[in-house]
T-cell receptor, first 114, second 110 residues
Framework: DAGVTQSPTHLIKTRGQHVTLRCSPISGHKSVSWYQQVLGQGPQFIFQYYEKEERGRGNFPDRFSARQFPNYSSELNVNALLLGDSALYLC?????????????FGPGTRLTVL | EDQVTQSPEALRLQEGESSSLNCSYTVSGLRGLFWYRQDPGKGPEFLFTLYSAGEEKEKERLKATLTKKESFLHITAPKPEDSATYLCAVAQAAGNKLTFGGGTRVLVKP
């Protein structure tokens, strides 16, 4: 069975640009969460979506937005990129966020902002 | 606010030298504590979920335990392929947003 998939694998952008990252959850999973992992640190929660609705938001500026589609895939958008947005962006999927279902992570998208 | 602290930050072991990693947490209403393994440049790989104090889980050379304030990941007779960063995370009562610690980088030398 396919795990969580993310695209693209790597991305290089310049300051001020916009980026869209994509995630497809494990088949049957209806919840997608996004995390940012800066080098040398643990992942930080950005968003959680379930059944196309936002269920949680971390402490990130409004430049960060996301959405979930009817097929449960998700997009993370970041506007007006800053150097500090350089990180590994991780997507995780689970069946139901209202339980302690395990979140399974994708391979991540490495974003470099120059 | 939920807090997770992992120690040590880095650990160098000789092959076969057993050791333990610590994860201390502060959370209002723990729903679950998770251990993940992360190889460089890759996404975290799920290892264990612990739900209540006293619970233990094992997988090959790894054993995770949980108390009311901390969790331990014991590595018994490690091999070089156990080299990775081990991440601890907690999910609180509302939803299953994960709060991660900074991780412990483990290097096992042959």
């Amino acid at each position: 069975d396919a795990g969580v998939t993310q695209s693209p694998t790597h991305l290089i952008k310049t300051r001020g640009q916009h980026v869209t990252l994509r995630c497809s959850p494990i088949s049957g999973h209806k919840s997608v969460s996004w995390y940012q992992q800066v080098l040398g640190q643990g992942p930080q929660f950005i968003f959680q979506y379930y059944e196309k609705e936002e269920r949680g938001r971390g402490n990130f500026p409004d430049r960060f937005s996301a959405r979930q589609f009817p097929n449960y895939s998700s997009e993370l958008n970041v506007n007006a990129l800053l150097l500090g947005d350089s990180a590994l962006y991780l997507c995780a999927s689970s069946f139901n966020p209202d339980s302690t279902d395990t979140q399974y992570f994708g391979p991540g998208t490495r974003l470099t902002v120059l | 606010e939920d807090q997770v602290t992992q120690s040590p930050e880095a650990l160098r072991l000789q092959e076969g030298e057993s050791s333990s990693l610590n994860c201390s947490y502060t959370v209002s209403g723990l729903r679950g504590l998770f251990w993940y393994r992360q190889d460089p440049g890759k996404g975290p790989e799920f290892l264990f979920t612990l739900y209540s104090a006293g619970e233990e889980k094992e997988k090959e050379r790894l054993k995770a335990t949980l108390t009311k304030k901390e969790s331990f990941l014991h590595i018994t007779a490690p091999k070089p392929e156990d080299s990775a960063t081990y991440l601890c995370a907690v999910a609180q009562a509302a939803g299953n947003k994960l709060t991660f610690g900074g991780g412990t980088r483990v290097l096992v030398k042959p």
